[in-house]
């Protein structure tokens, strides 16, 4: 399965985006979906997952700010990000299962 993210872009602090994780195949399978982000000139970190149950788990950096869902009869994985900060800035992967890892999308956030 491959995964395309997109969605990223320019936003202004206090903005929202949405990002979208399209899948070339099902995923009503997959145990585990999730969000990563890398920062630039950081190692990449997890953002949010969700798990086959439709359970989820936020980073505490974006806990109450981010809300990660998964629409599984589109094959598609959501990332939606409110009251943006600076430090959001970063390049957003998707990853299903263990290892499968789609492109980043660059998320830039200006203050």
């Known amino acids: 399965v491959q995964l395309q993210a997109f969605g990223g872009g320019l936003v202004q602090a206090g903005g929202s985006r949405r990002l979208s994780c399209a899948a070339s195949?099902?995923?009503?399978?997959?145990?585990?979906m999730a969000w990563y982000r890398q920062p630039p000139g950081k190692q990449r970190e997890l953002v949010a997952s969700t798990r086959i149950d439709g359970s989820a788990a936020i980073a505490d950096s974006v806990k109450g700010r981010f809300t990660i869902s998964r629409d599984n009869a589109k094959n598609t994985v959501y990332l939606q990000m409110n009251s943006l900060k600076p430090e959001d800035t970063g390049l957003y992967y998707c990853?299903?299962?263990?290892?499968?890892w789609g492109q980043g999308t660059l998320v830039t956030v200006s203050s």
């Open positions: 990853k299903s299962g263990l290892s499968n």
């Open positions: 195949g099902s995923i009503s399978s997959v145990y585990i």
